[in-house]
């Protein structure tokens, strides 16, 4: 899971919710254009165009607006800007295998989550050399998240372990020094000209790892 640090919500989105009236009520089923893409590019921008679940590299066609509390059963926050991240796989692909926020769908446990706005939330999560990602220790609201958002299934565990082996091959793991491994932290916990590339938290992790963070 990729943290995000909420901003400000885009303010055409703030304009058409104080529309609000008597006759009529602002929900995400009828929210359009222009709002609805100043919504989405405002959730892009924040998240450095990555997943807010895998991570993965991600542009406004390739990705959707995510409720993290589901719309199905949190109506009350269907235009709460908190609860919306940009997940990877697009409104109108037909993801196979679905994963992230179309394999959450309505699934959700409030007793038993990770948000990407928790502050630990990256350091529940450990990753293999081969791209396999586990709940750190017996962490049971991220092993949970995990199964929902179908974060351990092939397609991604192989992205990964390409991202991961091209960095900490046979070679530097015989002899990687502490400063470079805070190097690679430091490095691939920022942006760059305001975008992440793929799985660049997976990168720092696992050094983090290294270090036994």
Known sequence: MKRVIKGTEPALFTQWKALA??????????????????????????????CCYCGNKITRESSHVEHFRPQHHFVH???EYTNLHASCQGETEDPKPAHC?????????ENSNVSPLDEDCESRFR????????ATDTDEPAENMINILALD??????????????IF??????????EELEAIIQRYRHPRDGQYEAFDHVIARYAEQLLGR
């Open 127 to 134: 990753f293999t050399l081969i791209g396999r990602i586990e």
């Open 21 to 50: 009236n008597e006759g009529w009520t602002p929900s995400y089923s009828i929210l359009r254009n222009p709002e609805k893409q100043a919504l989405h590019d405002s959730l892009l921008r924040e998240q450095g165009y990555v």
């Open 101 to 109: 926020g179309h394999s959450k769908g309505n699934k959700f446990d």
């Open 169 to 178: 091959d046979n070679e530097f793991l015989a002899s990687f020094a502490i």
């Open 153 to 166: 299934i092939s397609f991604l565990n192989n992205r990964r372990k390409e991202k991961l082996e091209g």
């Open 77 to 79: 926050l269907d235009l």
